[in-house]
């Protein structure tokens, strides 16, 4: 039996009137059957957004994201699930946290009000970068909304919504400090990101696309490989992507709230990114999915339809169309390993 942590919206705000979970839980699948079992429920933590697990340290991170008021970072242990501390995110709707190990410091988005924090667990120091900027979508690109954080190399790389840019930032840096970044196109609205070797992967909201792009290690600089359509062109429209994870037998696949659907594409020897499938899901508005260690099955967290769906991956990466069980749960949003 292999577990799994649960992030559902659990608090009523004013961009959440449905939300009817209740925080954190862990469940079982069951390898051969992919049967969900409900294991424990958490009500220590409020609308858990994303998760980050601390295998070193026990520690699983918890970004609560609210709307009306600074969300939270919560520190847990991660047998225990006990809160062991709490922090303020500075911000509102904090989207995402990670760990980096080289600093030992946790760092976050909040989308909201567009700025990156940092919080070091060796003294506490706390830092807070207000990004500025806009683009083209009068609608939803007024001002930055940082959306994801990835680790590479000596850089922290954040992708920001609402001014269509990946921002470069020093990792080594005491404070966040940009040096750079990557300019995607107009009115994208680049949301979650993948790093695998030395390729970028680039899930856009606003225009469903899939970006890639290419590191040079000699001149340090990235540069644009390649753009895929993320959903069937009937579908451009109302897609909004959320996430995008890496499977085996390089298999990305990422899904689409609106749209309802998982989309796969195949990464060949050659670097070449080939569209492969569409998954029609059951219930509405994918969030942050999750795989199974061994592959087989995926976890797809339905906002909407307050379940979480499970489906079988076949021997070549391949998501089957056939829905193998539902878990009933109220709004999840997020899903993880343990």
Not at 33 to 42: A, C, D, N
Not at 121 to 131: C, R, S, V, W
Not at 139 to 151: D, I, N, T
Not at 291 to 316: A, M, N, T
Request: net charge negative.
């Amino acid at each position: 039996m292999e577990k799994f942590y649960i992030g559902c919206y659990s608090n009523k705000e004013t961009s959440l009137p449905n939300a009817k979970g209740k925080g954190l839980s862990v469940v079982s699948l069951d390898s051969k059957t992919g049967i969900l079992t409900q294991e424990r429920v958490v009500e220590t933590v409020d609308n858990p957004e994303y998760f980050y697990l601390n295998k070193k340290k026990g520690e699983l991170y918890v970004a609560s994201e609210r709307f009306t008021e600074f969300g939270e970072i919560s520190i847990l242990d991660s047998e225990t699930l006990e809160v062991k501390s709490r922090v303020s995110s500075r911000g509102l709707s904090t989207c995402y946290v990670c760990y980096d190990e080289n600093t030992n410091r946790l760092l976050w988005c909040n989308y909201a009000t567009g700025n990156i924090c940092y919080h070091n667990l060796d003294d506490g120091k706390e830092g807070n970068l207000q990004l500025e900027g806009s683009s083209i979508n009068k609608e939803r690109q007024s001002s930055p909304h940082p959306h994801f954080v990835a680790l590479f190399k000596n850089t922290i790389m954040v992708s920001d919504l609402g001014c269509d840019l990946i921002h470069i930032l020093d990792r080594s840096c005491d404070d966040l400090k940009v040096i750079g970044g990557i300019v995607t196109p107009k009115g994208y609205g680049p949301r979650h990101m993948l790093i695998k070797s030395n390729k970028l992967y680039v899930i856009c909201e606003l225009v469903p696309k899939l970006l890639i792009y290419n590191y040079d290690s000699k001149s340090k600089s990235w540069t644009f490989e390649q753009e895929l359509d993320n959903e069937k062109e009937e579908k451009m429209n109302v897609s909004n992507p959320a996430a995008i994870k890496m499977g085996k037998h390089n298999v990305l696949t990422t899904s689409n709230r609106f749209s309802d659907t998982l989309r796969q594409f195949k990464i060949f020897e050659d670097d070449r990114v080939v569209d492969m499938k569409t998954i029609k899901l059951g219930g509405k508005c994918p969030r942050d999915f999750c795989f199974s260690k061994d592959g087989r099955w995926v976890l797809v967290p339905l906002q909407d339809s307050d379940c979480i769906e499970v489906y079988h991956i076949d021997s070549d990466g391949m998501i089957e169309d056939e829905l193998v069980f539902v878990f009933e749960t109220g709004t999840p949003v997020c899903a993880i390993n343990i």
